[in-house]
């Protein structure tokens, strides 16, 4: 008679993503993060607790240079199986991701189909801001669920952040000393 009480384990296997672009000009990489592929209910990337993966580690997939990909076993496997897991489901994992990830885009479409030039009229201007308003959110949902080290490793190491911080003082030299919230 089987084991009812068995549970199934979970093996998580960590695969490099690649660092390329895809067809709509966006890095594998940050496609991974911003689609919320992999992605656990709690908000985490990764099973593993604390304890058995380093913050480095953990940091890699966060920032989406690492998938996880897990597969239920119903037994644990020796270490010379987990290797011989990981090259078997190599191919899958990268055509998987490639599958997911080539045609990903932003909702970026809109701001960059508008005309650069003095014939920006007030209803663009709000779409853009409402954009602006929906992705501010979803980073801020995206970091809130990275531990505090990491949200300060995350702003303050990379390039992408540091140009963000440049475009929003840029907008507020424009906004010169308009407050929303005194209108």
């Known amino acids: 008679m089987p084991d009812t009480h068995q549970q199934d384990l979970v093996a998580a296997l960590h695969y490099p993503v690649p660092d390329v672009v895809n067809n709509n000009g966006l890095n594998y990489r940050n ?3 911003l689609s919320g592929l992999g992605l656990l209910p709690d908000g985490r990337r990764t099973i593993l607790v604390p304890a058995n993966i380093s913050p480095a580690e953990e940091f890699l997939i966060d920032t989406g240079e690492i998938y996880e ?14 290797e011989a897991l990981y090259v078997s489901e190599q191919q899958t994992v990268f ?18 189909s508008l005309n650069i030039d003095l014939d920006y009229n007030q209803a663009e201007v709000v779409l853009a801001l409402n954009l602006l308003i929906s992705l501010t959110g979803d980073i ?25 911080g440049k475009k929003l003082l840029k907008i507020d030299e424009n906004l ?3 407050d929303p919230r005194e209108v």
Do not use: C, Y
């Not at 949902?141 to 702003?155: A, C, Y």
């Open 31 to 33: 496609a991974l993060v």
């Open 69 to 82: 990909h897990r597969l239920t076993q119903t037994a644990v496997l020796s270490q010379s199986e987990i």
């Open 95 to 112: 055509d998987f991701l490639q599958s997911e990830l080539q045609d990903f885009q932003l909702p970026m479409t809109r701001i960059r």
């Open 140 to 164: 801020s949902d995206i970091m809130r669920h990275m531990s505090p080290g990491m949200r300060k490793q995350v702003w303050l190491s990379s390039p992408t952040s540091k140009a963000l």
């Open 176 to 178: 010169e000393n308009m």
